[in-house]
């Protein structure tokens, strides 16, 4: 709790906007489902929503929403979530959030966010690793940003990981689309990643269902992200979908609520949550803020039943023991591997690409939070990035 605690909420509301759609989609989709979960914990908090938000919409939505109560107001992707900064010191009572996409400024009520998905991303590279038999894995993917190097890195140290344990070669193909939500394009580079690279595993770094359904019509294994998309969605089933990772933004957003209604006038104003980070649902269930997770099940248990067979019982077990070391802080991709350049990635204002063959972090050593989120802007040495 910050220094400057004033008398305890009694209740609170979290409003939350979200730039896209909800239905259909696997990132909006998670947050209002983190919304609904918080309601549904706390009975004197409310979730209230706008869809479809642009940069232009934030703040007069935002104001429209404190209006009518709101004091917990939540921007769900960093383009369309900066504006609130513009305004927190205009309702200082009111507690301000955005997603961190590479921007990492923060003030006293304005408080940037996001889950360490790279560490669930990284056992989905084991297991994709392993489910490989041509050799070649596919990400299609939105467009070069921090946010999707970093999380592109995680699988691939995973799928880096699982090849060297099997003594096989695995190539990662990475191929952009150009934007976060594009379906025809989405679709057009999954049917080129299957036919013309010959992948038979792919997974994707955007937001809607073209590439799982590519996965469906060609008879090959997708690995999802951002949500268990056949536990919560029912979008297509586990002979299809290997294994997905899902990520509870309630956990993060837990937090909040929590110093919020505690009455903290300086509350954390930086949280990078991960597999170690848990909070209790309504239900009783204990769940981290991101994990592996198929058909509701987490852990090596979401691994596809059609899969498992598929997957060499030492994959299985060091999925198992990787998991639980993350969820005990024990250990972290990051930290044990080095970061070597690939010579990719996204040139950035004071950070050029690093040569390729350059030794950006040595094995061993845990990068800071803040060169994660707003740094990491290079692909990972062996990588193939794909015009």
Known sequence: MGSSASAAAANATLAILHFSVIKG??????????????????????????????????????????????NIVIGNAEFMGL?????????????????VASDVTTKRNFIRFFPRQYQALYLEGLIAAALTRTGNVGIVSAFPNVQVIRRQAGFFLGVQDGAKALNKRVTVYVKYVGDWYKPAEEREIATTLVSQYKVDVITQQTDSGSPLDVAGERKIWFVGKDMDVVGFYGWSSTDTVAVSFDTRWEVIYDRMVRDFLAGNQNPRAFLYLGMRDTMTLADGTVEAAVDIMNNKKVGADAVSPKARPLIPASILRLVTQRRDQMMKGQWDPFQEHAFVSNGTGLALKDTPIPAKGTVVKKAGQMPADTWLLGKFNFDLNGMTILK
């Open 25 to 70: 989609t696997t990132w909006s989709g998670a947050h209002d489902r983190a919304g609904q979960r918080i309601a549904k914990k706390y009975p004197n908090v409310k979730y209230v929503f706008r869809e479809e938000v642009g940069p232009d919409l934030t703040i007069p939505y935002a104001e429209e929403l404190i209006r009518q109560g709101a």
């Open 83 to 99: 504006p609130l900064k513009d305004i927190a010191d205009k309702y200082p009572k009111v507690y301000f959030g955005s997603v």
